[in-house]
């Protein structure tokens, strides 16, 4: 039996998901536990549950202060450790954990070394506790020197570098803005010379992800976001722009697709997003709707931050095409040494 990955997802309440991605559709009868060791192999472990079913809800009653993880031991198979998707990071939307997702050569993503997110402006003290946590080393920002300045990092540990690689991505400062509620006039007139001139935010967020793979800054930006994660002294690390969905998702896309992982899960994981503030979506779009009075552009703003396949399937794709693999872009293009990529499979993958 062969596990895609096995991954969670805090509901609400106690409410929990169990999602366990396989071909098989017997995957026979399996003990889920829970741990604050990120180890599959400890002892302290707790009993939650026993099932045969690959998507469950379960009750768990999570610490809010403290990371934990789960231990799912089948009959037939390895047990595996995983944790939350997304985090149930209070006062954030979308902070996830990358671990788990399987290469192509069989090894899996650690969980508790990678992290993506949206920034952090809305942590409260809870949310606080629960990043200090984590153990971060570094975070890496996305964000333009402008964005930063407004809206800059709180201090959260001494433990942790700031590191500020701005890729210089237009279309995702506006998403931002969109995603702040900006219906100022100057949004509201950037707008409708758009639509006017036939652009739309989908064509706008398709141009920047195919500019991201070789646009001078950008590739100066996401080289040296890979050699400093390839330093030890830099893991766990935690990536984020402004939403957690472009910038930040193109980065873990090479980074991710380099180590291996297959395409289907780069979109996946790009998607999640999605989920991530499906409660956000609806009142954003009725939020520009009330404000602006216009549906086109309501449309045209809520589209700026949208998340769709066709963003980031069309880096992947020119990347693909124009260099065979992500690895070999990574090489050739933002300039991984072989003792580079060799760090980054040591620290973030697991031994075989």
């Not at 939020?287 to 009075?293: I, P, S």
């Not at 050739?332 to 075989?352: G, P, R, T, Y």
Request: glycine letters at 6%.
């Amino acid at each position: 039996m062969q596990i895609e990955y096995v991954e969670a997802f805090f509901l609400d309440d106690h409410q929990n998901e169990l999602n366990i991605v396989t071909d098989e559709d017997n995957i026979g009868t399996y003990r889920l536990y829970w741990t604050y060791e990120n180890d599959v192999q400890t002892t302290d472990k707790h009993f939650l549950l026993e099932s045969n079913q690959k998507n469950i809800q379960f009750n768990f009653a999570y610490n809010p202060d403290k990371v934990n993880y789960f231990i799912i031991e089948f009959e037939q198979h390895p047990a595996l450790l995983f944790g939350y998707r997304i985090l149930p990071m209070s006062g954030m939307y979308n902070f996830r954990d990358i671990g788990g997702y399987r290469t192509e050569d069989g090894r899996r993503i650690k969980w508790g070394v990678g992290f993506r997110s949206d920034h952090l402006q809305n942590l409260n003290e809870d949310g606080f506790e629960f990043l200090r946590s984590l153990g971060l080393k570094s975070v890496i920002d996305f964000r333009s020197p402008l964005e930063v300045e407004k809206d800059p990092n709180p201090f959260f540990s001494d433990d942790a570098q700031s590191f500020n690689f701005d890729p210089q991505a237009h279309v995702a400062m506006a998403a931002g803005n969109a995603q702040n509620l900006d219906t100022s006039e100057d949004m509201k007139t950037r707008a409708l010379k758009a639509i006017e001139s036939g652009e739309t935010g989908a064509q706008q967020m398709v141009d920047q992800q195919l500019a991201f793979v070789d646009s001078p800054t950008s590739i100066e930006a996401f080289k040296q976001t890979l050699k400093t994660i390839a330093q030890p002294s830099n893991v766990p690390t935690m990536q984020h722009c402004r939403g957690g969905k472009d910038r930040t998702g193109f980065a873990l896309m090479v980074l991710e697709g380099l180590l291996g992982v297959p395409k289907p899960q780069l979109v996946y994981d790009y998607m999640l997003t999605n989920r991530a503030r499906a409660k956000k979506n609806v009142s954003y779009y009725n939020r520009f709707l009330e404000e602006t009075g216009d549906e086109k552009i309501a449309q045209y703003l809520y589209s700026l931050f949208d998340t769709k396949e066709e963003f980031i399937l069309a880096s992947i794709e020119k990347i693909l095409t124009q260099y065979g693999s992500i690895r070999q872009y990574a090489k050739e293009v933002l300039s991984l040494s072989d003792d580079e990529i060799a760090n980054l499979e040591k620290l973030f993958l697991e031994e075989d």
